[in-house]
């Protein structure tokens, strides 16, 4: 029998969504044992070794009457269609203290009833076409973002939907009762996991008292959420004037433009200017800390420091450098301590750069008894690449491995559409992503040393662990004293492991 074209969409888009999804749960997967890799590398892959020209497209820009950027990128190759709408000023960043979690609950609620419609009426109709939709604020960040996508057919039906829940939300009281128990649960659940416990500790060490600590809400935050809490979060800080609208896929952007603005008419303009807080501080000297997890098998460790912002001039520099020691699978840490020592499945590096800076980070898990001679070839590896030039071969392969990947990503219209968003949202200049494997091209052995020997500082940097305080604590006493918490977060009296 021959299947629909349009369920023969959907089902690649469910599949290309479910392999997403297993992708990094395989690689989070970890065993009691690792034995060194087999795997005999004979560098014979057939690689350019010219450096990737690309032109990005670019996405026809409008400024609606209320203030909102519009982004539209046309690409017909498949009768699809995905938003992001990035609202700046109405994330988690910039939430009142004791009010941790009003951001998310605030997106989350979004889909929960409005004026016309409610929770189950939306879900069923969100069902009925096939479309998807979701709202979040992340932790650390100024923004909400509201995500849908769905067919092009019926592109007005789903963007109706999408525009009511931005518009007219009603916060009935008993959903965000529900929401609230939920994240109740989920608060409880987390606690059990080695690598919420790290986050916690890691941003607490590394961020101090900036907001961008905070990485969960905490029971006493959620007893203080109040519909009217909401109401007023969503009323002051959903602003069009501080929000992007990107859209791609099969749309014609005329067309498109003239349907936006009939949609969004009644989102009003706002003079909301949001307070941010000041920039976090690199830490100046190192603090050792260890979250007691009993009878865990293995250690999870975490070292890093603040490092740069997003338009930070080191940025392309800071790429490469990571990229060598701990951005993949062919980078140092990787084959050091996965590959010949076999004290882990995976070991990795990666670092956070966006409108404030963010820390660079090396980490990963590693069964309890090699916990010792992993944290010797951690600090190895980030001596070596500070204390010695990158070979020039090695250097190549990453600079050529990162524009390849950059080269793959523009694929998939949503890809090139998240860089034209970050483009607007970081004020870079029109050409930023056509030269930025350029930028790649040109960083040198000199310049990844540079930022090494400039934010990755061993005796300044920031060492976490998680796992059995009788069996590691003397063991991480050796990079200095060590502060004792528990699963909860409270810290341990010195006399007590």
């Known amino acids: 029998m021959q299947v629909p074209f349009r369920q023969r969409i959907t089902s690649v888009f469910c599949l290309i969504a479910v392999l997403g999804w297993m992708a990094p749960v395989a690689l989070l997967a970890q065993d009691a044992a690792v034995s060194p890799s087999k795997v005999e590398r004979k560098d014979r892959a057939p690689v350019s070794r ?36 990035h609202i700046g000023g109405a994330g988690a960043l910039l939430e009142p203290a004791g009010m941790a979690g009003l951001a998310n609950a605030t997106a989350q609620m979004l889909r929960e009833g409005t004026r016309t419609k409610t929770s189950l009426q939306i879900a069923e109709e969100i069902d009925r076409l096939g479309a998807s939709i979701s709202t979040g604020a992340s932790f650390g960040s100024p923004d909400v973002v509201l995500s849908a996508a769905g067919l092009s057919d019926n592109f007005d039906a789903w963007f109706a939907i999408v525009t009511d829940l931005l518009l007219q939300p009603r916060f009935p009281a008993d959903e965000l009762e529900k929401l609230k128990q939920r994240m109740r649960v989920q ?67 005329k067309d498109l433009l003239a349907k936006i603005e009939k949609r969004l008419a009644g989102w009003k303009k706002s003079e909301l200017k949001p307070a941010w807080p000041r920039g976090p501080v690199a830490a100046s000297a190192r603090k050792v800390l260890l979250v007691h997890r009993p009878n865990s098998v293995q250690t999870t460790v975490a070292l890093g420091n603040i490092a740069i912002d997003r338009r930070s001039p080191d940025y392309t520099a800071m790429v490469v450098m990571n990229d060598v020691i701990g951005g993949g699978a062919s980078a140092r840490l990787f084959l050091n301590l996965r590959e010949e020592k076999g ?31 992993a944290l010797v070839e951690f600090f190895k590896e980030i001596r070596r690449i500070r204390d010695e030039s990158v070979p020039s071969k090695e250097l190549a ?9 950059f080269a793959l990503s523009l694929e998939q219209p949503s890809r090139v559409l998240n860089f034209a968003i970050a483009r607007k949202l970081y004020g870079f200049s029109a050409d930023y992503w056509d030269t930025y494997s350029s930028k790649i091209a040109a960083v040198t052995a000199e310049d990844v040393q540079r930022v090494a020997l ?10 976490v662990a998680v796992g059995d305080a009788t069996k590691i ?17 409270a810290l341990v009296p010195a006399e007590k492991p």
């Open 473 to 489: 604590k003397t063991i991480l006493e050796k990079y200095g004293a060590v502060e004792v918490y528990d699963a909860s977060g």
């Open 50 to 85: 010219d450096i990737l020209q690309i032109k990005l497209p670019k996405p026809v820009e409008a400024k609606l009457k209320n203030g909102l950027t519009v982004l539209i990128l046309e690409d017909r190759r498949a009768p699809y269609i995905s938003m992001q709408l």
């Open 343 to 373: 004290y882990s499945y995976g070991v990795y590096s990666d670092f956070s750069a966006l409108r404030y800076p963010g820390p660079w980070r090396a980490g990963g898990n590693m069964r309890t008894e090699v916990t010792d001679g």
């Open 454 to 463: 400039k934010y990755l500082n061993p005796e300044t940097l920031q060492l």
């Open 187 to 253: 608060l409880r659940e987390q606690r059990s996991g080695a690598n919420f416990l790290l986050s916690e500790r890691f941003n607490r060490a590394v961020y101090g008292d900036h907001p961008a600590a905070r990485v969960s809400a905490t029971m006493e935050s959620l007893d203080a959420l109040t519909r009217e809490a909401l109401i007023q979060w969503h009323s002051e800080r959903y602003a069009p004037k501080n929000a992007i609208l990107g859209i791609a896929g099969d749309v014609r952007a």
């Open 397 to 405: 392969e990453s600079k050529r491995s990162i524009v390849a990947s």
